[in-house]
């Protein structure tokens, strides 16, 4: 029985209403109404279209591209909400904005996704809930209550519906090392750590492969791919000796056009994402397979609004 007294409200944002639509089935809930307007200036207007006084509000806007706008978006919501007098604001935002630019490199440049945490901690956001973000410290930026959640699970599934011969997990760099690791104990297979160098903003190098890929089936497990970057590391899988069948779980599809071309390749068996961002029809690819976070994140939400514990969806933390 829920001890929250305050009702539950799901609204969404333009970023993915599908998803948000999903989310809401899931939990047999109807979607908040709000009208979102795009201005002759390129300023954007909204407006909560419905009572939400006491109420116990969840938004849901991934912040992918075009990411400031559905940034700045998302932050105009926490406003209004709060302007209405919701009781608390939860953001769901599956794909974190800025989440790679979480650290000085070198010196003179920002900690992007510090500024983001800030921005929507300081305009009234109660809890924020995410989606494999590209560094977990990021978690350490905020004052609020954070949920991070994993799609690992939900790729676990489907490689176990595969029937991949004699797969082996594999971390595209060091930084994804502990992430793949525990998806490999997952799927109890070997684990894989490739090593790269970066040698531009966009553009990367694989300096080494440590780990058994003799005539194995590579599962590369990442969090993003936009230029394509880890699809060129695929091919130094493959010349070490992998089975020319890779198949990749990558959680957030960012896919800008480089990516979609090197899909082609003939050693990319599938690139498998999931809907944490909406994907246009132009982004389509017979390579693609798209798995749904909804039931994962209506969880969540349902756990968090009923004041349950969100253990058994951070297991991947363990």
Do not use: W
């Not at 590369?220 to 936009?226: N, T, W």
């Amino acid at each position: 029985m829920s001890r929250n007294f305050h009702t539950l409200r799901i609204f969404s944002g333009t970023a993915n209403p599908d998803l948000a639509e999903e989310i809401v089935h899931c939990l047999n809930k109807p979607l908040g109404r709000s009208t979102t307007r795009r201005l002759p200036d390129s300023e954007t207007h909204v407006t909560i279209d419905e009572l939400v006084r006491g109420d116990d509000v969840y938004i849901i806007q991934p912040c992918s591209e075009p990411v400031n706008d559905n940034l700045m978006e998302l932050v105009l919501y926490i406003d209004a909400f709060r302007r209405a007098s919701a009781d608390s604001i939860n953001v769901v935002i599956p794909y974190f904005p800025y989440a790679r630019q979480e650290r000085m490199a070198k010196g003179r440049e920002a900690i992007s996704a510090r500024v983001v945490a800030s921005m929507l901690e300081s305009m009234g956001a109660d809890r924020v809930i995410y989606v494999d973000i590209h560094a977990e410290a990021t978690q350490g930026f905020f004052e609020i209550p954070v949920d991070p959640l994993s799609a690992m699970q939900v790729f676990a599934d489907y490689v176990r519906k595969s029937s991949l011969i004699d797969p082996v997990v594999v971390s595209p760099d060091v930084g994804r090392a502990k992430l793949a690791g525990r998806f490999s104990r997952i799927l109890d297979v070997p684990l894989v750590l490739m090593h790269k160098r970066r040698t531009g903003l966009s553009a990367v190098e694989t300096v080494a492969i440590v780990g058994d890929i003799q005539g194995k089936t590579p599962i590369v497990f990442d969090d993003v791919i936009a230029g394509g970057s880890v699809l060129s590391q695929v091919e130094a899988l493959v010349e070490a000796g992998a089975r020319p069948e890779v198949c990749l779980t990558i959680t957030h599809p960012m896919l800008l056009p480089s990516a979609l071309e090197q899909l082609d390749a003939a050693y990319i068996k599938n690139l498998v994402v999931t809907n944490t961002i909406h994907i246009s029809p132009e982004k389509n690819h017979p390579k693609l397979k798209v798995l749904s976070v909804a039931p994962l994140l209506a969880d969540a939400i349902g756990r968090i609004h009923g004041g349950e514990s969100m253990g058994p969806l951070l297991g991947h933390l363990g």
